[in-house]
């Protein structure tokens, strides 16, 4: 199709454009048996699980997803008949170019001259997912030979995206990515070296969003991650089906339904008929987690096999291994392919479909091997809890909850630790960041919430940084 890829170098910029997907699934006729079965474990593996979830929207929105999915991998596959790899998704660097300019047009307009201070952001982009974009230009330009001037402006111009969006997610895309070229003496020299003078700027910048390339701490991942394994723990084998997860995690971070940064910043809110439908764009923050709290064990086994495949079939291609690895490495801290999205987890089911079309015979052990190897990574967040020894178990000296307002709470024996408290009922609601254990605890009751029954949660963690799980949780029933 001749309009194809102009539709790629504008979709960054009108999203819209990918839900033509569906129309392309015809084009999986054209992948060999073993690529179709690949497909079809992944589907079952979404499809099945929906059926006994315990949401009732779970299979519908199962099916839509899979028909989105497939039909993303066919746009691949129509891609294919080009050239080169290359050739295919050259258009993409065009429109991640007009994405960029449009990005920091639009905080400056927004910030004016306290830009500087202010994470790049974009009206339907977060920092931490227009950082990644920036990676991902990096690696184009590094591999693609466009004319050297626009090479060079979109490696440079991704470079400073990320940057300035001070998103590690998006600099760990990069470094794995690149890294991942290395093994087919590609251009992922390049890119590596790229992402070395990001870090090496932003450690002597004088700025304090350059210094968030350096900081482990999890700014509140810690809550999304214990809630979605609090929900795959209560329906191992089913989970609660695609989207519906999200009602469970509204509120954990953000409140029940939060725009995009941009739109806050300029004082837009969530309208009230929005409301009900925040928790469609609250995600896990890992990928693992994410396919856990859906599809149970067999929708994250076959989500494991699919990427394992992906990857199997690129090995040997340069600049699909990379993109494609770059998606998967920030996988263990968002979810970057989780899809619908604003035109950036299409991207790898794109690629999927391309790795399908032009890629080598399918060799099922390399396959599981690299799908292990994807779970290890998207498990490395967690591996460092079982190492740690066990401390004495802290206790609720006193707790005052008002019906709205201030309450306060003290904790006995918590010296040492980190302390977040919570809101729950179906969903949980933060309330205040967070405060050492050995002092006394004021936070604000949320305004409009419901009366009934509520549990406030009180999380004590290690104040090692890497310490993602809470060493204690305190239940108390409370009522508002």
Partial sequence: MRWLPLALALAPLFPPLALLAPLFVGYLRRLPRWALGLLGVYALSL?????????????????????YVLGLVGVGVALASASSVGQAVRPLGYGLFLLYGSALLASYLTFGDRVVNERLMHPFHSPVGLGFLGALGVLLAAYIRYPWPFRLLLGLLGGVVLLLSASRGGMLALLLGGAGGLFFRGRGGWALGVAGLLLFLAANLDNPLSERFFQTQLSGREGLWLRAYEVYAAHPWTGVGPYVLGDYLKGTLFGECFLFPLLEA?????????????????????????????????????????????????WGEGLLFSLLLAFLAMGMVDNPFSVPSPFRGEIFFLLGGLALARGRAWVVPQALALAGGVALLWSLP?????????????????????????????????????????????????????????????FRVPEGLPTGEYRLRVLLFSQHRLAQRPRYVLEKEVRR
């Fill in 382 to 442: 967690f591996l460092y809890l079982a190492s740690r020894p066990p401390a004495s178990p802290p206790a609720l000296a006193y707790l005052a909850f008002p019906q709205e307002g201030v309450g306060f709470l003290r904790l006995a024996g918590a010296e040492g630790y980190r302390v977040q408290v919570w809101l729950c009922q179906k969903g949980c609601w933060r309330v205040g960041w967070e405060w050492p254990g050995d002092k006394r605890i004021a």
């Fill in 266 to 314: 300029r004082g837009l809110r969530c309208p009230e008929g929005l409301r009900p439908w925040g928790g469609l764009w609250s995600f896990a923050h890992n990928h693992l987690l994410q396919a856990l709290g859906e599809s149970g064990v067999w929708g994250a086994g076959g989500l494991l096999l699919l990427a394992g495949g992906f990857l199997a079939v690129a």
């Fill in 47 to 67: 499809l099945l699980p929906a059926l006994f979830a315990p949401e009732p929207l779970a299979f519908p929105l199962a099916l839509g997803r899979v028909l």
